[in-house]
Nanobody, 115 residues
Framework: QAQLVESGGGLVQPGGSLRLSCEAS????????MGWYRQAPGKQRELVAS???????TYVDSVKGRFTISTDNRKNTAYLQMNSLAPEDTAVYYC?????????WGQGTQVTVSS
């Protein structure tokens, strides 16, 4: 079992930055992958970024060059650094972890980009 708790969301102006954190209960080194998804009102949840246990990362095209996913095994935490935020980045962001066939989700954190 694992619990994921996100934090770091909020209201930010266009062009601003936020860093989301996802703290896991227990070691994150056991996970095959960790990722960040987002869901905007009226839209399907989409994968934003993911990182494998080997350190390989993937990003959706719309965030490449602006967002960076990382992990800190000592703190059992995954991060999503978001720069140059735009109104279309507004969504609830969810942390995700995959351990074999088991998938864990956090409760989500709201990110709103607005002037």
């Amino acid at each position: 079992q694992a619990q994921l708790v996100e934090s770091g969301g909020g209201l930010v102006q266009p062009g601003g930055s936020l860093r989301l954190s996802c703290e896991a209960s227990g070691s994150i080194s056991r996970f095959n992958t960790m990722g960040w998804y987002r869901q905007a009102p009226g839209k399907q949840r989409e994968l934003v970024a993911s990182v494998t246990s080997g350190g390989s990362t993937t990003y959706v095209d719309s965030v490449k060059g602006r967002f960076t996913i990382s992990t800190d095994n000592r703190k059992n935490t995954a991060y999503l650094q978001m720069n140059s935020l735009a109104p279309e980045d507004t969504a609830v962001y969810y942390c995700n972890a995959r351990w074999g066939l088991i998938i864990y989700w956090g409760q989500g954190t709201q990110v709103t980009v607005s002037s």
